[in-house]
């Protein structure tokens, strides 16, 4: 399967403090990757499609200003949370799938904490 | 509305017994039909994607089954290392790849 990884595993911060978590497709390239939110005991919510080359797609209710997203070249995106608050403290978790439109395979997770 | 439902929301079983997890779904029009295995912690790991009812598919001790209304993960003679949560998610035709997942069952497999 594709292999993707995720840029901190955790990270802890103080709240107002703005915070960037990267997404990579490590052995293929993909012009559309996820970003999901997972609070604990909840499954997974789809919080925006991050698309190469062009602005990023946001599902309802996820503030754009706030969760801003940049795909920045075929193996990478990024996720920042602006100043963050402890309600933004959850699991965000990206994907990327092989063929647009087929299987998503997911990265390892990135915890944030928002003190 | 699209929609996935998944059942139990926990299951105990003994090392040895199988059983069936499953999930039910309304899709406006079927694309796939994912089954992920999330460990704590980490993120989803992918088991299998079924396309159309009818279809099955098999890994080691775990087979998904799709029919057009419900997909099973059968676990066959399970092993504690098989304990996870397993994530039911569908994607709906011209939904520009969007999956809906479940809230998925958590399996606990005691030795």
């Known amino acids: 399967g594709a292999v993707v990884s995720q840029h901190p595993s955790w990270v802890i911060c103080k709240s107002g403090t703005s915070v960037k978590i990267e997404c990579r497709s490590l052995?293929?390239?993909?012009?559309?990757m996820f970003w999901y939110r997972q609070f604990p005991k909840q499954s997974l919510m789809l919080m925006a499609t991050?698309?190469?080359?062009?602005?990023?797609?946001?599902e309802q209710g996820v503030e754009k200003d706030k969760f801003l997203i940049n795909h920045a070249s075929l193996t990478l995106s990024t996720l920042t949370v602006t100043s963050a608050h402890p309600e933004d403290s959850s699991f965000y978790i990206c994907?990327?799938?092989?063929?647009?439109?087929?299987?998503?395979?997911f990265g390892p997770g990135t915890r944030l904490t928002v003190l | 509305e699209d929609q996935v439902t998944q059942s139990p929301e926990a299951l105990r079983l003994q090392e040895g017994e199988s059983s069936s997890l499953n999930c039910s779904y309304t899709v406006s029009g079927l694309r796939g039909l994912f089954w992920y295995r999330q460990d704590p912690g980490k993120g989803p790991e992918f088991l299998f994607t079924?396309?159309?009812a009818g279809e099955e598919k098999e890994k080691e001790r775990l087979k998904a089954t799709l029919t057009k209304k419900e997909s099973f993960l059968h676990i066959t003679a399970p092993k504690p290392e098989d304990s996870a949560t397993y994530l039911c998610?569908?994607?709906?035709?011209?939904?520009?790849?969007?999956?809906?997942f479940g809230t998925g069952t958590l399996l606990a497999v005691q030795p």
């Open positions: 994907s990327a799938p092989l063929v647009t439109g087929d299987t998503q395979y």
């Open positions: 998610a569908v994607q709906a035709r011209g939904a520009t790849n969007k999956l809906i």
């Open positions: 079924l396309y159309s």
């Open positions: 052995d293929f390239q993909a012009t559309t």
């Open positions: 991050s698309n190469e080359g062009s602005k990023a797609t946001y």
